[in-house]
C-alpha cells in the first residue's frame, strides 16, 4: 500500500514537471515562438520612488 502512494507521489511530481517545462518547452507552449524581452511592453512598467518603511511605536 505504501508502495503504491509512493508511486502516485512520484507520478505526479512528473506530470507537474512536465507540464512546468523542465524536460523541454511546456506543452502549453508549442506552436509559439517567444518575443525577446526587448519586444515587450517596457513602456507600460513605471518606476517610483521607493515607500519607506512604516514607523515602529
Do not use: C, D, K, W
Not at 505504501?2 to 507520478?11: C, D, E, G
Not at 524536460?23 to 517610483?48: I, V
Request: glycine share 8%; proline share 16%.
Amino acid at each position: 500500500m505504501r508502495f503504491l502512494l509512493i508511486l502516485a507521489v512520484i507520478a505526479n511530481l512528473a506530470l507537474l514537471a512536465y507540464g512546468q517545462g523542465f524536460f523541454g518547452p511546456p506543452p502549453s507552449e508549442q506552436g509559439r515562438t517567444p518575443r525577446p524581452l526587448s519586444q515587450r511592453n517596457q513602456q507600460m512598467l513605471t518606476l517610483g520612488a521607493p515607500i519607506p518603511p512604516a514607523a515602529t511605536p
